[in-house]
C-alpha cells in the first residue's frame, strides 16, 4: 500500500493545507477535510508518508464522534465525500475524507493530561507545574496525575510550535462562558474517552480537542479527536511509572529521529522503510484496538 502525499483535487477550491490535511471549499458553508498520509515531528513535515494513515486517522475519529455523542456537537454535515467530487477524484477522499460545516475556529489547542510524559514531564523537572498547574512533588515520569489537567496552547502557524498558555489567557481571548465550556468539555471528552479504551487494554495519556463555533454560536468539536497523531497511546500491559512506554502513536517515527543527527528544521531525515513499515502498523493496530476494525488498502 502506498502512501498518499498529495491531494490533488481540482474540482474544489482549496481552502487550506495542513501538516496532515487539505481542507477544499465546498460551496459557502461546508468544507471538504481530506487526511493525507504526511505526517508531521517536531513541527517539521517528513518527505515520507505513513501508508495508510490518513484513512485511519479518519476511521479512528469517525468512531469517536460516535462513541463520545453528547458532551457537544461535532462538525460533521453527514454528506458523502465522494458526491461531492469528481469520479475521477473519489480514490482520493474514498476512506479518508469528511464533508464537515464550516465553523470559526477557535485557535486555542484544548489539552488535557492524564499522565506526566513529554513536554509536560520536561515543565514539570525544571518547575515542578505543568503549564503553570502546580503538581504534587516527587511525582516519576509517566505517572498517572491526580487528576487529568487542561493545558491549552495558543495555535501556531505550520512549521512552528504552539505555545502554551494558561487558562486566564484563555479567557481573556474569548471570555469566561466559552473558556469554561472549552475546559469541561474537553476533560468530560478525555474522561470518556480514557475510560472506554481502558477497557480495550489502551492508555490515553494526554490528549488534544480543536473546536469551532457555528453560525448560531453553537461550540463544536471538529477536526481529529484522539487519534493516533493528536493522543499518546499506551499498551496499558506495557505501562511502568519511571520510563517512557511503547506508544501505538507517532512516538516510535519520533523517536527513531532523536537518534539522528538532525536539529529538527526542515527538511527532515530520509525515514528506512523498516521504521515508516512499524509505524503503519502501530497506526493500524490503534484502530483495530479501538474500534474493532480495520482500513481497506
Known sequence: MAGLSQINITSLPKVYSGKVRDTFAVGDDKLLIVASDRISAFDVILGDPIPGKGKVLTAITDFWFKELEGVLPNHLTGIDPESVVTPEEIPLVRGRAVVAMKLKPILVECVARGYLIGGGWKDYCQTGSVCGIKLPAGLKMGQKLPEPIFTPAAKAEVGTHDENVSFERVVELYGEEIATTLKNATLELYRRASEYAATKGIIIADTKFEFGIDTNGQIRLMDEV?????????????????????????????????????????????VPEDVIEKTSQKYREALRRLADTDIEP
Open 226 to 270: 484522539c487519534t493516533p497523531d493528536s493522543s499518546r497511546f499506551w499498551p496499558a500491559d506495557q505501562y511502568t511509572v519511571g520510563v517512557s512506554p511503547p506508544s501505538f502513536d507517532k512516538q516510535f517515527i519520533r523517536d527513531w529521529l532523536e537518534t539522528q543527527p538532525w536539529n529538527k528544521t526542515p527538511p527532515a531525515p530520509k
